[in-house]
């Protein structure tokens, strides 16, 4: 059973950034996925940004260029660098891995596993 452990979250001012973290342990497939999610009160969950197994990335529209995803195989923790934050960008965040695949990584309903999320908030 693949587990995630987000960190990280809090409050910032506009403009301001954060670093997101996830512990991703027990991924055993070779083409896989993990990703990040956000979901603000009242509003669709939306994939921000996802890394696949070959280091590919994939971003929103809505992140590209303030947001960077990375990984660190060492220590098995995804990074989600968050950089001139808007009021917008309030949310609680999520981690997730898919472990069949690495395609759709973005679109929530491919995703296997999920973390219990992160809340980050941007004040005006």
């Known amino acids: 059973q693949v587990e995630l452990v987000e960190s990280g979250g809090g409050s910032v001012q506009t403009g301001g950034s954060l670093r997101l973290s996830c512990r991703v342990t027990r991924i055993m497939t070779s083409r896989y996925c993990v990703s990040w999610f956000r979901q603000a009160p009242g509003k669709e969950r939306e994939g921000v940004a996802s890394?696949?197994?070959?280091?590919?990335?994939d971003y929103a529209d809505s992140v590209k260029g303030r947001f960077t995803i990375t990984k660190d195989n060492a220590e098995s923790i995804l990074y989600l660098q968050m950089s001139r934050l808007k009021p917008d960008d309030t949310a609680m965040y999520y981690c997730a891995a898919r472990d069949d695949g690495y395609h759709w990584c973005l679109r929530g309903n491919m995703m296997d596993y999920w973390g219990k999320g992160t809340l980050v908030s941007i004040s005006s």
């Open positions: 890394m696949d197994s070959d280091g590919g990335t």
